[in-house]
C-alpha cells in the first residue's frame, strides 16, 4: 500500500473457535455498550480538538491519545464481530489486537482550511466507506457460516474484511482529526512480503 499515516496490520491466524463463532454477537453486546458510551464522549472530544486545531494547527496530545484508542478500539470491535479477528478483543483499545492498527503516536500539525472544512471534505470517503461497509456485512455473513462448518474463515473474505476495517478506520481517524491522510481506497498493490506470509500460514497450522 502508499504511505499512509494509518494502516493495518494482520497477526491472526484463520483458525475460528466454533463456539465462539456461533455466539459472536451475543459475545459482543458488551462491547457494543461499551463503545456507545465511548462514542459519547469522543464526540464531545473532536468537538474540543476541532476548535483547538483551528487555532492552533494541531490536536491536543491528551486529546489525540484519547481518540485514537477510541478509532483502534472500533477497528478490533469491528473486526471481531465480523470474523475478521479472531480473539476477544480488550475494552481499552490497546495495541496487541492480531488485527491492530497503527496510527500516529502524537499529533501533526494539520493546514487550518482541512481542519475547517473535514466534514465536507469526507463526503466522497463516507460514500466510499458505506460501499465498504456493505462489502464487510457480507464477509460477517458468508464468514459465518464458513466458519461456523470447518473452523476456519476463507482467506479471501479475511482479506475483504481487512481492507474495508482499514479503510472505516482511516476514515474515522481522518474524521477525527488524527491525520490529515485522506483514506485511500485502492487495493494493496502488492503481496505481503514472503516472510510474513510464510510466518502467518505457520500460524495457522500451529492452531
Not at 47 to 61: E, G, I, K, Q
Not at 83 to 104: E, I, R, S
Request: hydrophobic share 55%.
Amino acid at each position: 500500500l502508499p504511505p499512509h499515516a494509518v494502516h493495518v496490520e494482520v497477526r491472526d491466524a484463520l483458525r475460528r473457535s466454533r463456539l465462539t463463532v456461533a455466539f459472536r454477537l451475543l459475545l459482543g453486546l458488551p462491547h457494543l455498550l461499551w463503545l456507545t458510551l465511548w462514542s459519547l464522549v469522543a464526540v464531545a472530544c473532536v468537538v474540543a480538538a476541532w476548535l483547538v486545531a483551528l487555532v492552533t494547527a494541531r490536536v491536543p496530545r491528551l486529546l489525540h491519545r484519547f481518540l485514537a484508542s477510541y478509532v483502534r478500539y472500533v477497528a478490533q470491535v469491528t473486526a471481531f464481530l465480523t470474523l475478521v479477528g479472531g480473539p476477544f478483543p480488550g475494552f481499552v483499545g490497546a495495541p496487541g489486537y492480531p488485527v491492530d492498527l497503527l496510527l500516529p503516536a502524537t499529533p501533526k500539525r494539520q493546514p487550518r482550511a482541512t481542519v475547517l472544512f473535514r466534514g465536507v471534505l469526507a463526503i466522497p470517503a463516507i460514500l466510499v466507506a458505506t460501499a465498504y461497509g456493505a462489502a464487510l456485512t457480507v464477509v460477517a455473513f458468508l464468514g459465518w457460516f464458513a466458519a461456523l462448518a470447518t473452523g476456519r474463515m476463507p482467506g479471501g473474505l479475511r482479506n475483504l474484511g481487512v481492507a474495508a476495517v482499514r479503510y472505516s478506520t482511516q476514515l474515522d481517524a481522518y474524521l477525527l482529526l488524527l491525520t490529515a491522510d485522506y483514506p485511500y481506497a485502492g487495493p494493496a498493490l502488492r503481496d505481503a512480503p514472503r516472510d510474513v506470509q510464510l510466518e502467518l500460514d505457520l500460524a495457522d497450522a500451529d492452531a
